[in-house]
Every structure is written in structure tokens, then in C-alpha cells.
């Protein structure tokens, strides 16, 4: 099985994804075309005028039906599920960090913010969440591009984030 969008739809820019504890594949969409975001694959320096409509997706894995479930996101990248088996996403342009809170109606869920993972202090351009993952302890890494940083928001954001740098 190949997919290729939803409804018509053609996805973008496919990103992240993990399996859910329904058994149903995750998917976030950037939102863009990389010819319009980053052209001769090179970022585009006027990157936050973009039309960005970044989007996350569900994929029966017995069906194969693709189903949208939220959209308008400004580059929607990371994507994990939680020890409180929520769904997490998050937005690359702005640094946010998102959760669901109706699990078993994710297409009308709200999103909620979780967390930010941009410093104060971080330098200007293309910087912001990419990867992430839940540690056993309900801890949320998160690679922070452009940071050169791992971002750990503690379990239902009850801590304060930290980042850790490499050497």
C-alpha cells in the first residue's frame, strides 16, 4: 500500500510518524512543498512568509484509509505518543509543543499547548522542534534544530524545560 494524501489531498511534505496504541499509523505533514520552502534546497530566506499549512494524518493500517486530523499547524514535525497515551505533535516555526485532549475523537480534538523549546536566547534563522520521543519516566525529549540542542520538558509539563548541549 502506498499513500499518497487524504480525500484528494495531496500531502506535502511527509515528516515524522509512530503507531498509536490503537495500532493506527501517525503522521505529520510539514505543510509546504519543498520547492516552495526551501528552493534549489536551500532555505528560503523569507521562510516565515510561507503559506504553511502543516497537517497530521492517521492511517488505518487494516483499511489503508487516511484520515485528516488537524491542519493549520506552521510546519508540523515531531510526533509521539505519550505514557498518558495522548498524542503529541509539534511546530517546528514556532517551538511549541502540542497535545490532544480527546484521545478517542482525535479529528475533533483540541490542541493544547504542552510546552516551548526555543531559548531566549537562540540565535536568529531556521531553528525549531524535529524529532522527539517519550522517555520511560514520561520525559519528553526533543531535538531541537538550529539549537544544536536536546529540549527535556518534564511529564505534563509539571518541570521546567531544560536543554541539554553537546559538548
Same mark, same amino acid.
Given at each position: 500500500m502506498v499513500a499518497t494524501g487524504c480525500d484528494g489531498e495531496p500531502f506535502q511534505f511527509p &515528516? !515524522?510518524?509512530c503507531f498509536g496504541p490503537d495500532g493506527a499509523l501517525y503522521l505529520t505533514d510539514s505543510g509546504v512543498f519543498i520547492d516552495e520552502f526551501a528552493p534549489n534546497n536551500k532555505i528560503r530566506p523569507d521562510y516565515?512568509?510561507?503559506?504553511?499549512d502543516g497537517r497530521v494524518y492517521r492511517v488505518h493500517i487494516s483499511t489503508g484509509k487516511v484520515e485528516k486530523l488537524d491542519t493549520g499547524i506552521k510546519f508540523?514535525?515531531?510526533i509521539a505518543f505519550g505514557p498518558d497515551q495522548r498524542l503529541y505533535i509539534n511546530e517546528t516555526l514556532t517551538? &511549541?509543543?502540542?497535545c490532544y485532549e480527546d484521545q478517542p475523537n482525535l479529528v475533533a480534538a483540541r490542541r493544547v499547548l504542552f510546552g516551548n523549546v526555543i531559548r531566549p536566547d537562540a540565535l536568529p534563522g531556521w531553528k525549531g522542534p !524535529?524529532?522527539?520521543a517519550f522517555s520511560a519516566d514520561?520525559?519528553?525529549?526533543?531535538?531541537?534544530?538550529?539549537q544544536? !540542542?536536546?529540549?527535556?520538558?518534564?511529564s505534563a509539563s509539571k518541570r521546567p524545560p531544560r536543554s541539554v548541549t553537546r559538548p
Amino acid at each position: 500500500m502506498v499513500a499518497t494524501g487524504c480525500d484528494g489531498e495531496p500531502f506535502q511534505f511527509p &515528516n !515524522d510518524l509512530c503507531f498509536g496504541p490503537d495500532g493506527a499509523l501517525y503522521l505529520t505533514d510539514s505543510g509546504v512543498f519543498i520547492d516552495e520552502f526551501a528552493p534549489n534546497n536551500k532555505i528560503r530566506p523569507d521562510y516565515l512568509s510561507v503559506p504553511y499549512d502543516g497537517r497530521v494524518y492517521r492511517v488505518h493500517i487494516s483499511t489503508g484509509k487516511v484520515e485528516k486530523l488537524d491542519t493549520g499547524i506552521k510546519f508540523t514535525n515531531g510526533i509521539a505518543f505519550g505514557p498518558d497515551q495522548r498524542l503529541y505533535i509539534n511546530e517546528t516555526l514556532t517551538g &511549541n509543543i502540542y497535545c490532544y485532549e480527546d484521545q478517542p475523537n482525535l479529528v475533533a480534538a483540541r490542541r493544547v499547548l504542552f510546552g516551548n523549546v526555543i531559548r531566549p536566547d537562540a540565535l536568529p534563522g531556521w531553528k525549531g522542534p !524535529d524529532g522527539m520521543a517519550f522517555s520511560a519516566d514520561g520525559k519528553l525529549y526533543v531535538a531541537v534544530f538550529g539549537q544544536r !540542542d536536546v529540549t527535556v520538558l518534564g511529564s505534563a509539563s509539571k518541570r521546567p524545560p531544560r536543554s541539554v548541549t553537546r559538548p
